[in-house]
């Protein structure tokens, strides 16, 4: 579907070590600030026991996981949002993604420097968090300016609107706050969306610790976690070194080495898994002998828009679904055993997809 997550931060916290992980790729990871400068782009695999389980029983020729677009955005620093640094160019980079992913320093250490010559990750998450309220401010200001007078001459209903919740968008970061905890209607919100302001955008909080400290919340995350937990964002604690260097092995390999060091769970797949769930994203499978496929929806789609994301003619010339849940394909043993014990239902145009659907598609067009 063309989402994508940036991930962020102030540099030399560990945003290009963790790209590298996620992408088994090797864009350029130094240590000194803008290693990175154009943003890097990869594609993860959602990892999925059920495809697998799917694949088990169906035996198809290919197959083809769900995925979630990383993008790996040069370090923020102090003042960006006047110019400073990449300036920006690094803030319209974070405009492009859907979510963001804020990798917070979490480790002591003079292997890799610290920028700012401390390591205080709530002084980091609020520096960069800082800089996208003034970037959000910024523009907020521009327009707000405009549509104002628009509004007081009460001709136009959406410029009552836009100028309603700018204003209360104006208001929280005023006082600091991310553009997200403004009380908007739902009117209110549809007619800014299209301003994708960076503090409206979901976020998750990356905690990045060193090899010592995996399995156990060193003083570091625990004053991150709370911190996180006020104010409502959610975390996953990894060690990006850990990770690039595992990036590479086989699954098999990858298992014993992390068992080995005691960790039941990549965190790359808990961020991955994170990060598709804070996209709001589901999916869908297709299962036949010639492909089984994870199809990524956005949760509260409708059959016929789930159908237009394989094609636009399914779409356009949809008739029904017929839909299996995924307990019960699993369950008889496959589509035809499903089907032919009653389990296969046909769903119309107002059918709301669920998560582990498995869908076969009739249209015409």
């Known amino acids: 579907m063309g989402l994508t997550a940036g991930i962020v931060g102030l540099p030399n916290v560990g945003k290009s070590t963790l790209f590298n992980a996620i992408t088994k790729s090797h864009v350029l990871a130094a240590n000194y600030p803008f290693a990175t400068i154009d943003p890097n782009v ?121 100028f309603s919740a700018l204003s209360k968008v104006k208001a929280v970061l005023d006082e600091g706050k991310l553009a997200k905890t403004a009380a908007l209607t739902d009117e209110e919100a549809a007619m800014i969306k299209n301003y994708s302001f960076l503090t409206m955008k979901p976020m998750i909080y990356v905690l990045n610790i060193s090899e010592k400290d995996l399995g156990q919340d060193n003083v570091f995350v625990k004053t991150v976690k709370a911190y996180a937990e006020e104010n409502h964002i959610r975390t996953v604690v990894i060690s990006a070194k850990i990770e690039e260097e595992v990036s590479g092995l086989d699954d098999e390999t990858k298992e014993m080495f992390l068992a080995d060091l005691g960790i039941k769970e990549s965190g790359l797949d808990q961020l991955v898994r994170l990060t598709y ?18 199809w990524t929806f956005r949760k509260g789609m409708k059959a016929p828009q789930c159908a237009g994301i394989i094609h636009t003619d399914f779409e356009r010339g949809f008739i029904r679904a017929e839909i299996i849940a995924y307990d019960d394909f699993i369950a008889y043993g496959g589509l035809l055993k499903a089907r032919d014990a009653g389990k296969m239902r046909s769903e119309g145009k107002d059918y709301l997809f669920k998560d582990g659907d498995i869908a076969l598609f009739r249209f015409n067009v």
Not at 277 to 294: M, N, Q, R, S, V
Request: glycine share 8%; charged share 30%; aromatic share 4%.
């Open 277 to 294: 769930d804070l996209l709001g994203l589901a999916t869908y499978f297709t299962a036949g002998e010639k492909e089984a496929k994870a």
């Open 42 to 162: 990869g594609i993860v695999e959602v990892k999925d026991s059920r495809l697998d389980r799917i694949v088990e029983i169906v035996k198809p020729r290919n197959i083809v996981r769900a995925t979630v677009s990383f993008t790996d955005i040069a370090g923020l620093v102090k003042g960006a949002s006047k110019g400073e640094g990449l300036g920006n160019q690094f803030l319209s980079h974070i405009r492009d993604v859907d979510a963001i992913c804020q990798v917070v320093r979490c480790f002591n250490g003079t292997e890799v420097l610290s920028y700012t010559g401390k390591v205080d990750p709530i002084e980091d998450i609020e520096t960069v968090n800082l800089e996208l309220v003034l970037a959000d401010l910024d523009v907020v200001e521009k327009r707000i300016a405009r549509v104002g007078k628009q509004a007081q001459l009460k001709t136009e209903k959406d410029a009552e609107t836009e």
